[in-house]
């Protein structure tokens, strides 16, 4: 019996550091600091690009790492983030490393409540503030498109599938009344239940490296368009 006391109590004091520790670095800003602090500033010529994200562009970092390696493509995906948190790091891990072009890929844990509830407009908003810092930073904005879900595995119910249509008429329309490129990779990916293509993910929200290989030609595309816009 003594045994088990002290296991849930050592138990229950992991939770405790474990809460404490998000609630005091919310937006994961200690994630890439030593690896920003590493990198430091492009060298001369160099057309940085920041991926900025969740899971998915953490993912597409470690299934599919020849897509950034030998480039100046950065990866500042964290798995499970939403908006708000990425706007709070967005100058940490986007600005301060003075890209060229920053690639926003985010919204889906948002509308899965992974921080609380949010509706499209705050999605959007936040959306729309990382895109308008990165302009007055003289950063080339790409705005991707929510990839296509039909219901998320972690938080089942939720029907997301016409939200996040909603959700990218917003963006691209925001992309296209402000000159920033409309990156759209839903278009490519949903099947006929406005869900992933199960040829490409493993859990009809993440993609695996088939699905990644239908992203990085349109990323590709998308990045060049954005650097020869004046």
């Not at 994630?31 to 430091?40: I, T």
């Not at 859990?203 to 650097?227: C, F, Q, S, T, W």
Request: net charge positive; with cysteine.
């Amino acid at each position: 019996m003594e045994n088990l006391k002290l296991g849930l109590l050592t138990l229950l004091f992991v939770m405790f550091i474990g809460e404490l520790s998000y609630a005091q670095d919310w937006p994961n800003l200690n994630r890439f600091k030593a690896e920003n602090e590493k990198l430091g500033l492009p060298a001369p010529g160099e057309k940085r690009v920041v991926f900025m994200g969740n899971s998915i562009t953490e993912g597409w970092g470690r299934i599919c790492p020849e897509f950034f390696s030998g480039k100046p493509y950065v990866n500042r995906g964290i798995s499970g983030q939403t908006t708000p948190q990425m706007l709070v790091r967005f100058r940490a891990d986007v600005i301060k490393l003075k890209p060229a072009v920053v690639v926003i890929l985010a919204g889906t844990n948002d509308i899965a409540g992974n921080t609380g509830p949010s509706t499209l407009e705050m999605i959007a908003d936040n959306l729309m503030s990382m895109a308008e810092l990165a302009k007055a930073n003289g950063i080339k904005v790409v705005l991707s498109s929510v990839l296509p879900v039909f219901d998320y595995p972690w938080k089942p119910g939720l029907q997301p599938a016409e939200k996040i249509v909603a959700l990218n008429a917003m963006i691209k329309n925001y992309a296209d009344k402000n000159k920033l490129v409309y990156l759209d990779y839903y278009s490519s990916m949903v099947d006929e239940r406005k869900g992933m293509k199960a040829e490409y993910s493993p859990d009809g929200v993440h993609p695996n490296e088939v699905g990644y290989k239908v992203m990085a030609p349109l990323a590709e595309k998308a990045i060049k368009r954005a650097l020869m816009q004046k």
